[in-house]
């Protein structure tokens, strides 16, 4: 889903020929007092006067209308004569108003069928000559509002949005007059920032008009007017592009529940744009804002001066160079020449006797053949490039949007979460087809990264046969703490001297908010809390109680150090291949008890784990992204963290000063396969604990009866070949060996 944001309303009927739905209109932009305030300090208003033909005794009304361009006197304008004629009528007709008016009209395009239609009306309504002017949008409109004394919103047309013309006028300090829109009375007060006329009333036009102007000049009531307006135009759409702003965001975006946020869009309150932190750019900048901005413009300037330049090389384009029709017709007939005489040739060919050859060749060719034949376990250039490493690290994402913070190279390999949107010239790993509860969509949802590594975890010895493994989020790339290229270098220096278990990580959990031994000092599982909507440690303890069906008055939750250490998240971890399996193994088992707690619940799919929809979509995700630190903290692995861009090692935890608070009987080894080896009886004999059992879909099941009943399988296929063979000899030895007939 995308979508177009305005400022304007303008601009969406602009677009509608080109999309009709996907618009939203935030009404609301500084850059119309921004570009009034940068226009009034480069120019004045006397200079402008003086260019253009006007005195500084001339009182110069300005009638503005719809900010749409027409080549030809619109409809708008005729009815706008209609009302505003008997104002022309009195104070251009002649000067007995105590003074020369001048009358501008700023509107669509500067062609010549607008400047003559309103003369035609001029001399028709029997004004004086040179009283009645028309100035189009496409110049500098900027300067007709500078040089005005009134504006007067002529058009008959309502709005939706407040009209930029007027919010530039105001700022520029002039009074301005308008009908009483709907738009216009939502914001601007009548009698105090503007005047206010029923639309089509000439009559309430004149007097709407007089209050302005007192012996020829502007009236004290004229000046106040103009001043309030001006205070008013510096902040009038600010709220509501604030307030538009927030709830865009809000409605997009969908926040986890540990992020704080500053309120809710409806406690927000009405303020005024912050002009302090506009002020440096608009000091720094001496361009007009005031221009309309284009990217059309910014290339046809870049093709124009490109011209320029090869002219002034002498490499001016000529129009011989440019191709025509008669020049494509050529082409097309050389083409279809060429083809004609291509396949007369192959008919030539296929016609004509052809000598195949000795057998012993055509024999080597068609073995050469079927070796170049693609075959699905094929090795590819990538695989071919990470033969003899000792680490690969599997980079895990969901989709499409995932690709840009993805690396390529011999050290990363893709690994998809979704079928349909692995890259098409990379040789990722398909999560999906290596284990098919993940086309559960609920389960690929609640496991996310931790699906990818079950999928890597079954069968491992068909993707993976190096002595190290490692995985990362695309999420890393994304918050810059994915390895740079010293710090991989670093990673495999260090893997080929390193002995025993180690875990390397390079994404830590942040833990802000207080120092170490203070109240209000974050710990692992206050963190873990947080991302977990407050029910991490009672989901961690349950699902690790009924795993290890442990009573309700034994400790059920593991402790974890209150130090400064760091702790893995994001997924961004390298260890021995031998130790992601046992941890998968862990994983598998605690996955499995955790999924009860939910699926035994009163409502289907019920999880606590998150406040809004998107978090109890991916319902575990949090939880287990911070597994691998409980397993690998009271299995006795050293964790070693490394600085994702200078390389720099550090050891966190180290095993010696936490042997005292390690629950290792719970992490042992053997008693983790023992476990493994019972649930995995349990499911051969289809004993199942529950309707839906997750644990049997989350990987291979093994246990010493399948290998005994594989064992049996194989020795009964091998007896059962020996007496086929047996028999087929004795066949032959009584009726002797006959040869088929050659051609049968």
């Known amino acids: 889903m995308w979508f177009l944001n305005f400022y304007s309303f303008l601009y969406q009927m602009l677009y509608s020929l080109l999309d009709t739905g996907n618009f939203l209109v935030i009404p609301g932009s500084p850059v119309d007092v921004w570009g009034a305030e940068s226009y009034s ?84 309504l029997g004004l004086t000559q040179g009283s009645v002017r028309h100035y189009g949008l496409d110049g500098d409109a900027n ?305 996310c990264e931790v699906g990818g590594m079950f999928s890597i975890a079954n069968r491992v010895d068909n993707i993976h046969k190096r002595p190290w493994i490692g995985f990362q989020s695309w999420r890393a790339a994304g918050r810059k703490v994915s390895l740079s290229t010293k710090a991989e270098k670093v990673l495999e220096e260090t893997i080929q001297g390193s002995k025993g278990d180690v875990m390397y990580f390079w994404a830590h959990l942040d833990v802000d908010g207080g120092g170490a031994g203070t109240n209000d000092a974050l710990t692992f599982w206050s963190i873990c809390d947080i991302l977990n909507a407050g029910h991490c440690r009672t989901a961690f303890e349950n699902a690790f109680r009924k795993m290890y069906i442990l009573s309700s008055d034994m400790e059920a939750l593991p402790p974890m150090p209150k130090d400064d250490g760091h702790w893995s998240a994001l997924h961004s971890w390298v260890m021995p291949t031998t130790s992601f399996l046992e941890f998968v193994m862990f994983s598998r088992m605690f996955v499995d008890s955790l999924d009860a707690l939910h699926t035994n619940t009163s409502e289907v799919n019920m999880c606590v784990l998150g406040f809004s929809d998107l978090e109890k979509k991916h319902c575990y995700c949090r939880l287990l992204e911070l597994l691998v630190n409980v397993w690998a903290y009271h299995s006795g692995r050293r964790m070693v963290y490394i600085e994702p861009h200078s390389g720099l090692l550090e050891e966190q935890h180290p095993v010696e000063q936490r042997k005292e608070f390690m629950w290792a009987r719970y992490f042992n080894f053997t008693l983790l396969k023992s476990m493994d080896e019972d649930l995995a009886e349990a499911a051969d004999d289809d004993d199942h604990p529950r309707k839906m059992w997750l644990w049997p879909l989350t990987g291979e099941v093994h246990w010493q009866g399948i290998y005994e009943r594989e064992r049996e399988e194989r020795y009964r296929a091998k007896m059962e070949k020996k007496r086929k063979t047996k028999e087929k000899l004795m066949e032959r030895m009584k009726n002797g060996y006959k040869q088929r007939s050659l051609g049968l």
């Not at 200079?47 to 006197?73: A, T």
């Not at 009698?191 to 206010?196: N, Q, S, W, Y």
């Open 41 to 124: 300090k480069t120019h004045a208003k006397h200079q402008l006067r003086k260019d253009n033909g006007f005195s500084m005794d001339d009182i110069v009304v300005l009638i503005v209308g719809s900010s749409f361009f027409y080549d030809e006197l619109s409809w708008d304008y005729a009815v706008a004569m209609h009302t505003i004629g008997p104002l022309l009528m009195r104070y251009a007709r002649r000067n007995d108003a105590g003074g020369p008016f001048k009358f501008i009209f700023l509107s669509g395009n500067s062609t010549d069928g607008y400047n003559d239609a309103l003369q035609q009306v001029a001399s028709r």
């Open 143 to 447: 300067g007709v509002l500078l040089m005005a004394d009134i504006v007067l919103y002529g058009s008959s047309q309502e709005e939706q949005g407040f009209p930029p013309l007027i919010i530039r006028a105001m700022t520029f300090g002039i009074p301005v007059i308008t009908p009483d829109f709907p738009i216009m009375k939502k914001y601007v007060v009548d009698g105090a920032h503007g005047v206010f006329f029923p639309k089509h009333h000439p009559d309430a036009l004149l007097r709407a008009f007089s209050l302005l102007i007192s012996n020829g000049r502007l009236s004290r009531f004229a000046q106040t007017v103009a001043s309030s307006g001006r205070l008013l135009a510096k902040n009038i759409l600010a709220s509501e592009c604030i307030t538009g702003y927030a709830s865009l965001l809000e409605n997009l975006l969908s926040f986890p529940s540990d992020v704080l946020l500053p309120a809710p869009v409806s406690e927000l309150q009405q303020g005024p744009w912050e002009w302090n932190l506009f002020r440096k750019e608009m000091e720094d900048t001496n361009d007009d804002v005031s221009g309309d901005f284009s990217v059309v413009y910014v290339l046809e300037e870049e093709f124009t001066k490109h011209i320029i330049d090869m002219s002034e090389n002498g490499t001016e384009i000529q129009d011989q160079d440019i191709l025509t029709e008669q020049d494509l017709n050529i082409v097309m007939e050389i083409e279809n020449f060429e083809d004609y005489e291509r396949l007369e040739m192959e008919e030539v060919n296929e016609r004509m006797e052809r000598n195949p050859g000795v057998w012993d060749e055509i024999y080597r060719n068609a073995r050469r053949s079927e070796k170049l034949k693609f075959e699905a376990n094929e090795r590819d250039e990538g695989e071919l490039e990470r033969t003899g490493q000792s680490v690969c690290i599997y980079e895990i994402y969901s989709g499409a949007g995932g690709w840009p913070f993805l690396h390529h190279g011999s050290l990363y390999r893709g690994l998809s979460l979704s079928r349909r949107a692995t890259r098409l010239r990379s040789d990722d790993v398909d999560a999906v087809g290596r284990l098919p509860v993940l086309n559960d969509t609920y389960y690929r949802d609640s496991l």
